[in-house]
């Protein structure tokens, strides 16, 4: 799906966000990636979904090189991305079903796209997505008047209705409380799942991205630190992934010290405790 | 635990903690220039109090009242009223036409600048974004530097007298001030749903549809109708080039030193005036 050789991005003021990250990702494979904020996640997600150009560096998608694609052809191969990301993204002043439906903006004419917004054209498509996220009551409510939560179901029946090959969650998470995070991250793993989509998720929570994936990245200062199954994902290695980050290092200790704030769903850590 | 040393925010974003110099330097330069213009514009109070100043605005005031109130004056000036009237709901109309194209192709983050445009080829940057964005801008500085007054005499001159002319020319001039001012409004929305209809494939115009259009649409409507109350005045003005309208009367009025007609007739537009307002703050609360 991904092939990524010594990817860098330097911003233009000057700040290095990524500093050669090299990475395959396989069809069909679910990837976490975890490390402290600012370590450049996003801005890997805002490459692989072909928003941002790197400044150095090959990213190959689906056997493509991107910087060799077309306007046309980019256009193309974005469809086949859907990106969650943290914040909502959504057009607060628009009604739910719409919202849902610009997810067939890569497929529609203009003309299509802007009859819609007088009469929605698939409406029973928006249902359907609304239906799998579980809200199908909101489908003609105003999207600024739903909460976080259901704003960022919303934002998932959005990509559903698009229907990717890749499906790319920024943090879906961070801004939920817990117990509708393991509510979402295992609704993404298992939408992903039963159409064989290749899901890669960025977590704030390491508990969820050792619980839900099978490959877990950590990021750190740009660079790849480890790329492992959970179960290899030691307590050191955290350790050092998060080292400084005093909230991180918090919870992580937290964590280690059996409070799980995910519950039993999710299992602790190997090798400590609980 | 191991210590790996990390670059801490504040190094990787040099912060500008400095007090900056521009507000006081601001702020003098504005002060310098109001110095100056006060003498160049030769701002005098005490000019009110020389002479017979007094006595003319006194004489004026006079003449004025009682306003000119018979039925077959009001009579004649409903159509005229009702001109000025349709010159600016038409006015306006063209406007708009000119302002929406020409607003979204001058909006630089639509166009060429930022997060949309960054794996861009070049040729799209360019042809198919910064040229069209330059004459754009370009034609929308022509459009609304020219006063409407003088795109009036012209259009007098080119379609003869009349209320066409004076609906061109509050269509060219408005439509100038519109479509930067709808440029300036669309690079101030939220441009994360932008980036995320992009992502997504979502066409130029469908980012625009979808992202854009409800984000904007209250600023841009409340926008549009404070300039049709402005037409309503400019429109009132044009008649004094013969761009029909309240404004052919006033004219008429005043060089035959009716004044008590005049004082009629601003009234009425005074009326008409404090009606769109009316009628334009109704609207934005709805759509708030």
């Keep these: 799906m991904y092939e990524l050789s010594g990817v860098r991005k330097v911003f233009a003021d000057g700040s290095v966000a990524l500093d050669g990250i090299s990475l395959t990702v396989g ?10 904020s600012g370590a450049g996640k996003t801005t890997l997600f805002r490459i692989l979904n072909l928003t941002l150009r790197p400044t150095a560096g090959r990213l190959v998608f689906e056997g493509q090189d991107a910087s060799g694609l077309s306007d046309a052809a980019l256009r193309r191969a974005r469809t086949r991305i859907g990106t969650i990301y943290q914040q909502q993204n959504l057009v607060g002043r628009l009604r739910v079903v719409h919202n849902v439906l610009a997810g ?16 929605p054209r698939s409406a029973g498509q928006a249902a359907t997505a609304l239906e799998r996220v579980g809200i199908p009551e909101k489908l003609y409510a105003r999207t600024d008047e739903l909460s976080g939560g259901q704003q960022q179901r919303v934002a998932i029946a959005r990509v559903l209705v698009q229907d ?19 509510t979402i991250v295992s609704l993404l793993r298992d939408l992903s799942h039963e159409s064989q989509k290749t899901l890669l998720m960025n977590l704030h929570s390491v508990e969820l991205a050792l619980h839900y994936f099978p490959r877990v990245v950590g990021i750190r200062d740009g660079r790849v630190r480890f790329d492992l199954a959970p179960e290899k994902v030691s307590g050191e290695l955290l350790a050092e992934l998060y080292a400084g980050d005093r909230d ?4 992580l200790e937290r964590f280690q010290d059996g409070k799980n704030p995910f519950g039993g769903a999710c299992r602790p850590l190997p090798g400590f405790g609980a | 635990m191991a210590r790996i040393p990390s670059a801490a925010p504040a190094d990787r974003f040099p912060a500008s903690g400095r007090r900056s110099r521009f507000p006081y330097l601001l702020t003098a ?5 109001v110095v100056y213009s006060l003498r160049a514009a030769q701002v005098d109070p005490r000019r009110f109090f020389e002479g017979d100043v007094l006595a003319n605005v006194a004489r004026f005031v006079r003449g004025a009242l009682p306003p000119e109130l018979s039925r077959e004056f009001l009579g004649l000036m409903l159509r005229p009223a009702l001109e000025t009237v349709q010159i600016s ?31 861009a080829s070049r040729a799209g940057r360019w042809g198919l974004g910064f040229v069209p964005y330059a004459l754009a801008r370009a034609a929308l500085s022509v459009f609304r530097s020219i006063p409407e007054y003088v795109w009036a005499f012209m259009f007098v001159r080119a379609v003869g007298l009349g209320p066409f002319p004076g609906v061109l020319a509050i269509g060219v001039a408005y439509g100038g001030m519109l479509g930067k001012v709808y440029s300036e409004i669309l690079e101030s929305m939220n441009p994360r749903p932008l980036e995320t209809l992009h992502a997504a494939g979502a066409s130029r115009l469908g980012v625009v549809l979808y992202g854009l259009v409800p984000q904007a649409l209250p600023n841009v409507v409340a926008y549009t109708l404070y300039r049709w109350e402005c037409a309503i005045r ?55």
């Design chain 1, 27 to 36: 069809r069909g494979e679910h990837v976490a990636f975890i490390g402290p």
């Design chain 1, 104 to 119: 067939n903006l890569g497929r529609w004419s203009t003309l299509e796209a802007a009859a819609s917004l007088v009469r």
């Design chain 1, 164 to 182: 990717p090959d890749v499906l790319l969650a920024d943090e879906p998470v961070s801004s939920v409380d817990p117990s509708l995070a393991v």
């Design chain 1, 248 to 251: 991180e290092e918090q919870a």
């Design chain 2, 29 to 33: 330069i504005l002060a310098a220039s």
């Design chain 2, 89 to 119: 709901v038409m006015g306006t109309a063209i406007a708009v036409l000119i302002g929406i194209p020409l607003g979204l192709l001058a909006t630089s983050s639509l166009t060429w600048r930022g997060v949309l445009h960054e794996r």
């Design chain 2, 234 to 288: 400019a429109s009132a003005i044009l008649g004094f080039v013969g761009a029909g309208g309240l404004g052919q009367q006033i004219e008429l009025s005043m060089r035959m030193f009716q004044f008590n007609e005049v004082l009629t007739l601003l009234a009425v537009l005074f009326v008409l005036v404090a009606a769109v307002d009316f009628a334009s703050a109704r609207i934005r609360a709805r759509l708030a």
